[in-house]
């Protein structure tokens, strides 16, 4: 497709998303327009209108006969999306979601590799630890992209970096390999800061935090929650997480003052 997909993203803005990808079907060859509508799906999932997406991949399905392995590949990964994924709400992805959303998944997984389409290989990957939520199997998952990632030669899987390091992070420290989860945070903040993005360097730098909280080193960890308030502070903003993470670090230290002042911080950002 000559159309870098990528480029017409804004995950954090769906609806003005929707308007760049509709503003290109009218031209668009019949099978890059298979490949628009299903990021238009897309952008109604992450709005948490699972029905309108369906209906749209519905029609996608409907026209998949000739199409790419390009389009195959994506079809199958948003309608796992619309069934399972980080916009569901955690009651809503029942054990029947759950398998619907690994036939899909597992679908694209075997068609994008075998068709060399390897960033949409990662995806799914990286899709399937919502699928399988066991400690064990989000490890596996976590480790099978980045093995896939590196292994790579198309330039546009190393985007994933960040990403899988972060999840893979994730998982050592819930299944309390605490070491090794901060080296996956911080390969995740190298790639972060390669990427050159403010929103994802803060969120690594966040996760980093976190995890030496768990670890037991309070101190460090408030001085790089305080960096983020700051920065926050001085574009404006408000931060839950960091507001969260600096209450539960002071009552860590016996502080109950500035616990709560953070507590009500936290309370008024809502």
């Not at 890059?32 to 709005?47: E, F, M, P, S, V």
């Not at 796992?80 to 992805?93: F, I, K, Q």
């Not at 198309?154 to 050592?172: T, V």
Request: proline letters at 2%; a negative charge; one cysteine or more.
């Amino acid at each position: 497709m000559a159309i870098n997909i990528l480029d017409l993203w804004d995950f954090s803005q769906p609806a003005q998303s929707e308007e760049r990808f509709n503003s290109l079907l009218s031209n668009a060859r019949p099978n890059d327009q298979l490949i628009l509508k299903t990021q238009i799906a897309r952008t109604y999932g992450l709005r948490k209108d699972f029905k309108r997406a369906r209906e749209i991949l519905t029609d996608v399905l409907l026209q998949l006969t000739n199409a790419s392995a390009e389009a195959v590949v994506r079809f199958h990964l948003e309608w796992g999306r619309t069934l399972c994924s980080t916009a569901h709400a955690p009651e809503s992805m029942t054990q029947i979601a759950r398998e619907e959303a690994r036939r899909h998944y597992l679908k694209a997984i075997d068609l994008a590799k075998r068709k060399q389409l390897d960033y949409l290989a990662i995806d799914a990957m990286h899709m399937m630890t919502l699928v399988d939520t066991e400690p064990e199997d989000q490890l596996k998952w976590n480790q099978e992209a980045i093995a896939y990632m590196e292994a790579s030669t198309q330039a546009d899987s190393m985007l994933w970096e960040g990403s899988l390091r972060n999840n893979l992070g994730y998982a050592l420290n819930l299944a309390g390999r605490l070491d090794e989860a901060m080296e996956q945070f911080e390969l995740a903040l190298a790639a972060r800061e390669k990427q050159g993005k403010t929103k994802p360097i803060r969120i690594a730098h966040w996760m980093i935090a976190w995890n030496l909280f768990a670890m037991g080193k309070i101190d460090e960890a408030l001085s790089i929650q305080h960096v983020l308030e700051h920065e926050y502070d001085a574009e404006g903003e408000r931060d839950l997480y960091v507001y969260e993470q600096l209450e539960l670090l002071y009552r860590a230290k016996g502080d109950e003052e500035k616990a709560e002042f953070y507590a009500q911080k936290h309370r008024d950002a809502w």
